[in-house]
């Protein structure tokens, strides 16, 4: 996605540290807003690290497109 860059090296000890799966060496594609902490060696806000999660759906939703789902947490927010 467009609104994605990759981290580098400089930011391996942060990222050792919030994904449990994470392989030195490899990049990952995050956005600006997570790039920024992991610059700063903060866990960006929103990480599942810190609690986060998305909230349930409800049932009765129709299912979402990516488009539709975007939207709903645009809201959420
Ligand atoms: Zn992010």
């Not at 902490?37 to 810190?50: D, F, G, Q, R």
Request: glycine residues 2%.
């Amino acid at each position: 996605m467009k609104d994605l860059s990759e981290t580098s090296s400089i930011h391996e000890n942060i990222l050792q540290k919030i994904l449990p799966n994470y392989v030195c060496g490899t990049n990952v594609d995050i956005c600006s807003t997570c790039k920024a902490a992991l610059s700063k060696e903060k866990v960006p806000l929103m990480a599942t690290y810190n609690g986060f999660s998305y909230p349930i759906i409800p049932y009765d939703l129709p299912t979402l497109n990516l488009v539709m789902l975007i939207l709903r947490l645009w809201v959420i927010v």
